[in-house]
């Protein structure tokens, strides 16, 4: 008997052991108003300003500071001359300028407890008293992370930073967003579709841009909607942003040809160039716009000196019709042989022959998916885009106006609709924005005028670079980290924790995903990107094939093994821990940071399953080239069973979206040429879909090459 116990007491510790080992690790508590602790609290703190402050700023201080504070507050007319004691004064008077050491042109927040403890928040130039005030609620303790939904803790008292002395000046006149609509992105019906509902969406997106320090908001005309009834919701949103201080403008194709996503274009034909611009002009300037862009589309040129004549033409109807309102030019890219010439006694790039237009016209210069102008990688055929760079400064050098329009996510089978969480973006923002300002300054050259981020989609944390770069352009000069711990600061005793599992997610992403080019292996690929690829019009890296996997010889396969699946299975295993300390972070958080947690844990998870699902339909293949047909059906059903744990991922994150989830994932007919949300495909999984039918094929039927009836994943 006693054997027998001595067994079962052994049994049972060996089972409890491993329950132990598997069980899910406790959860840690998170709490938003613990954000509090590094402050002091100041009961009787008053808030004052100068009488002409906007009256809607005067309202969100007084929201803001009630909700964070727990109490009413008002924001009283006056100085701490006239208001004594404890005082947090907003003011963009000389006394307030003089007593903060505010910069030239920007803003500081400081705190000088002269005659009681005061938070002195000054501007100078008034136009950013603004973005003073709500840079100051974000040092309380608020995030405008999302223009639909914001982070705002309920401290439980009126609490002050002990210390604060920030001072902040704009690297560029112009900060803002190019909401890239012809993407069937979440603010298509916002700023497309008239209707009062749309129109408060709209107000809330500017709202944001100026909770977030920025001044400018543009997007791209369709010619698929009713011209008159969108002009009447136009001109009610410029409206409205004139009264925020935020500029507006639109962006239009300048030539038909061009015109490949149902963009509003003003050259029909050539024949007709002048007719088509006077009369595609004075429509235009039916809305107020601050500035229009004119883009030259993708991958098709045309003859550089009709270029110069429409590009000329078109600025001078602008600037007849509206003095104020500035004309630029869409600079894009394109390694292709059609888009080069020999132009003037040079080889001249095509997105490069407005150099020689009129020189009122402003330069845009664009940049693709996550890549910046100073490290390798790059689309459309170039190994990197320092070329950009290049123009940019040599346009700077000749008086030229110059905006850099980057993006912060690229969509089509790439990162957001994958889904993929991807916020390398942030870094590759950073770098360029740091860098820049570094040159430019040692350079003695003029500042950019102004800094345009293409925005593809602000779920799946994908408003978080948008945000951050934002921020980056206040503080061009601060380290990386700092804009991340904008973020995770927000966490409360939770935020180092959150801090190195961002950061160090972002680490793997640049040393695997980017130096290593091994990215393609988490993006997709459509039927539109397979034909390109195909066709040597490839827009970026494609994935080796499975095709050429089974074809090949053993050298070809152990090289993709080493070089390609064991760099993705680390990067796997490497997030686990980052992904399992985020989850029990988000399983101790209260209501308020819930819901960013999950968005943070989620999107990690996703890439994660993403990579593993990869590397288990490769694994398959290989298994089958190998000639074990047992293995490659395990690898395949284990990538199966990964592609479902991923459905259950994305289930979640749709519950959480910040848009009705038909808008973003249905399939119906609106103003672009793509008949769903822009989320459709992440929700259908296609992109997960496309290889397993193909790695399917070969290891169920023996089919090698065989493309036809694959999931587009168009529709």
């Keep these: 008997m006693r054997v027998v116990s001595a067994v079962l007491v052994a049994l049972v510790a060996l089972l409890a052991c491993s329950a132990d080992e598997s069980a899910e690790p406790p959860a840690v508590p998170c709490a938003a108003a613990e954000i509090s602790s590094a402050m002091e609290l100041v009961p009787a703190v008053r808030v004052v300003a100068d009488e002409g402050l906007d009256p809607i700023v005067r309202a969100d201080l007084a929201s803001y500071l009630g909700r964070l504070w727990g109490r009413a507050v008002t924001v009283e007319t006056g100085t701490p001359d006239t208001v004594p004691g404890d005082v947090v004064w907003v003011s963009s008077s000389e006394a307030a300028r003089a007593r903060a050491g505010a910069p030239p042109n920007g803003y500081a927040l400081v705190r000088e407890d002269a005659g009681g403890r005061r938070i002195v928040v000054v501007a100078a130039p008034r136009e950013h008293i603004a973005a003073a005030a709500y840079a100051l609620l974000e040092e309380l303790g608020v995030r405008f992370f999302h223009p639909m939904q914001e982070l705002v803790p309920a401290l439980g008292g009126s609490y002050l930073p002990r210390a604060l002395a920030a001072r902040r000046s704009p690297m560029t006149k112009l900060r803002g967003l190019q909401v890239h609509l012809l993407h069937p992105l979440e603010y298509l019906e916002s700023l497309q579709v008239p209707g009062e509902k749309n129109l408060a969406e709209a107000k809330r997106l500017v709202d944001w841009l100026v909770k977030t320090g920025q001044n400018h908001l543009q997007w791209p005309l369709l010619a698929s909607v009713a011209w008159e009834p969108f002009a009447a919701h136009a001109r009610a949103i410029v409206e409205y942003a004139h009264a925020r201080g935020v500029t507006v403008g639109c962006m239009v194709l300048l030539f038909e040809k061009s015109s490949l996503q149902r963009g509003l274009t003003l050259v029909k034909d050539a024949a007709t160039f002048e007719a088509d611009i006077a009369g595609g002009t004075a429509r235009i300037l039916q809305v107020p716009w601050d500035d229009v862009d004119l883009a030259l589309g993708e991958f098709l040129a045309e003859d550089p000196e009709r270029l110069l004549t429409w590009l000329d033409t078109a600025v001078a109807n602008v600037k007849a019709l509206s003095e104020t309102t500035d004309v630029a030019v869409h600079n894009h890219v394109g390694n292709y042989p059609q888009l080069y010439s020999d132009f003037r006694g040079k080889r001249t790039f095509f997105y490069h022959v407005p150099e020689y237009a009129d020189p009122r016209l402003g330069q845009n210069v664009h940049t693709l998916f996550w890549f910046d102008t100073y490290r390798d990688g790059g689309m459309y055929g170039h190994p990197d885009f320092r070329f950009q760079r290049e123009y940019m400064l040599a346009m700077l050098a000749a008086g030229r106006r110059v905006r850099y329009f980057p993006e912060s996510a690229y969509w089509i089978a790439s990162d957001v609709d994958v889904p993929a969480f991807l916020p390398e973006y942030v870094e590759s923002r950073w770098t360029d924005i740091h860098r820049l300002d570094e040159d430019l300054r040692a350079a003695a050259l003029p500042p950019l005028d102004g800094h345009l981020l293409f925005s593809s989609g602000h779920e799946w944390g994908y408003w978080m670079t948008d945000y951050l770069t934002a921020k980056m352009l ?226 169920e039927e023996g089919l090698v090459g065989s493309t036809s009836g694959l999931p587009s994943c168009l529709d």
Aim: hydrophobic content about 40%; some cysteine; glycine content about 6%.
């Design 474 to 699: 206040w503080e061009p000069a601060a380290p990386l980290d700092r804009f991340f711990a904008h973020v995770t600061s927000a966490y409360g005793s939770c935020a180092p924790d959150v801090q190195a599992s961002l950061t160090s997610f972002v680490a793997l992403q640049r040393s695997v995903l980017f130096e290593k080019k091994l990215v393609t292996y988490v993006s997709g690929e459509d039927n539109a990107v397979a034909l390109a690829a195909a066709a040597n019009q490839a827009i970026r890296d494609v994935p080796v094939s499975f095709d050429a996997l089974v074809t090949g010889d053993e050298g070809i396969r152990g090289a993709f093994e080493t070089n390609v699946l064991a760099p993705l299975a680390g990067f796997a295993r490497d997030v686990e821990p980052l992904e399992a300390a985020m989850d029990a972070r988000c399983r101790g958080s209260d209501a308020t940071l819930a819901p960013w947690c999950n968005e943070l844990r989620d999107g990690m998870r996703i890439v994660r399953l993403r990579v593993l699902h990869t590397v288990g339909l490769y694994r398959s293949v290989l298994a089958y080239a190998r000639g074990d047909a047992d293995a490659a059906r395990a690898e395949l059903d284990g990538a199966l069973r990964i592609s479902e744990d991923a459905k259950r991922t994305i289930e979640a994150r749709e519950r959480e979206y910040r848009f009705p989830v038909e808008r973003l994932t249905g399939a119906y007919e609106n103003a672009t040429s793509y008949p769903y949300g822009y989320l459709r495909q992440a929700h259908t999984q296609c992109f997960f879909r496309r290889r397993e039918e193909q790695a399917r094929r070969i290891v």
